[in-house]
């Protein structure tokens, strides 16, 4: 099997493609499996022969928990420790996440999303009494891993920009779901202002997370909560008036 890495030296280098040699042993290898055999390697030589410096790649868990492996696998955002190399027959090509700014290799700086997610304020200044229907939708959304794959298919994501995307939008939905209304305005403004107002509705991130969150009930939960009942609220006072 060939796989062709997008490589880079650091952050000011140039990238280059550099292609290697790799022979799975078992149907349920995956990305991850074969990096760090590749890695193993005492002499490790591209697919020309060349001496190649070691594989730089993040990993942590390997069981789909954390959402360190992300990267692109052959076009498409996942992570190494679920793609399995059977998938992908004689090629796969592995890049880092485009969105990012590449520190190394497969390596990318993320720090944008705990930025985001700080921005927010997303956590509980106080103890929330959580209901059945709250509880779904909460233990729906904790299962983000933060991973980055929604905002790498998001055409309206930049890291630099005030649109958070769903890895912000998820987060969010457990809150407005477990908070007090008494509790939820500012939350509610922030959402609105970082995630409705920027979303363009194209759900390019509905298909693409490792963790299988439904991204449509998030987005009507969140929506419900922070946009349409603010909305119908300033209605029936205006009707009021």
């Excluded at 042993?25 to 590749?38: D, F, K, R």
């Excluded at 939960?221 to 009021?240: I, P, Q, T, Y």
Aim: hydrophobic share 40%; with cysteine.
């Amino acid at each position: 099997m060939r796989i062709e890495i997008l490589r880079r030296k650091s952050a000011s280098d140039d990238p280059y493609w550099q292609s290697f040699l790799y022979e799975p042993e078992a149907e349920a290898e995956t990305v991850a499996t074969a990096l760090t055999s590749l890695n193993e390697r005492t002499d490790l030589r591209d697919a020309a022969g060349e001496p190649a410096p070691p594989i730089r790649w993040e990993c942590s868990c390997l069981q789909k928990k954390c959402g360190a492996c992300a990267m692109v696998i052959s076009g498409r955002p996942g992570l190494a420790c679920d793609a399995r190399l059977s998938a992908y027959k004689k090629a796969i090509r592995l890049e880092p996440l485009r969105k990012f700014p590449v520190i190394a290799d497969l390596i990318v700086d993320r720090s944008a999303l705990q930025e985001n997610l700080a921005a927010m304020k997303l956590w509980f200044a106080e103890s929330a009494v959580q209901h059945q229907r709250a509880s779904e939708v909460g233990y729906e959304a904790s299962r983000c891993l933060q991973c980055g794959c929604c905002l790498e298919v998001c055409p309206n994501f930049d890291p630099e920009g005030t649109f958070f995307g769903m890895a912000a939008a998820v987060p969010v939905t457990r809150l407005l779901a477990e908070l007090p209304a008494s509790q939820r305005e500012e939350l509610s403004r922030l959402y609105r202002e970082h995630v409705f107002e920027g979303c363009g509705k194209s759900l390019a991130c509905r298909n693409v997370c490792p963790a299988g969150i439904d991204i449509d009930r998030m987005l009507v939960n969140s929506n419900a909560a922070a946009v349409w009942k603010r909305f119908l609220k300033n209605k029936e006072k205006h009707h009021e008036r």
